[in-house]
């Protein structure tokens, strides 16, 4: 029986599809100094395999960045870091997967700053995280593509959405609403 309790409203749940093909993709994004207290910024990002949602984060980030581009690159490297992770483990389950995997970014400056070493600059304060990303890229392992902001699946872990925006973005990450199970 259906009440008007939170209780009652539809479960949500993830779908795995028997046939997704097994490359990895993932989305990035970050907000800018969101945060109130300490003016920091998130970070969130989702990795698929195949079609699969196998991961996703929304952290804030440990430091200040003085600019969105920053901020875009930090969510960049973190999400470049899980990506790295998760090859290891999908190679200790020998299931193999192609590369590169490509990280999508709605933010041009980040995407341009990765494989570029010439932003001296403009990237001196995180130049750590600059040179991982580009060397992953020079590897092969990565490759960044702009994907706009209005696709920009990430954007439901770091910003608010029109109820709409968000509804799109559940099904995207292959969310389902399914019926409440009786007791």
Known sequence: MFCGTLKALPIGGLYYASNSGLQLQAYCDADWGNCQMSAKSLT???VFLGTFLVSWKTKKQKTVSKSFA????RS???TTSKLE???HLLQDMHILHSL???LFCDDKAAQHIA???AFHERTKHIRIDCQYTRDKILEGFLQTNHVPSHDQIADIF???LSEYQHQVFCSRLGLLNSPPIPP
């Open 115 to 117: 494989p570029n070493p």
């Open 100 to 102: 590169p995997i490509t």
């Open 44 to 46: 969130g990002f989702c």
């Open 70 to 73: 920053e901020a875009e690159y």
């Open 76 to 78: 960049v490297s973190a």
């Open 158 to 160: 770091t910003k608010p």
């Open 85 to 87: 992770w998760l090859t």
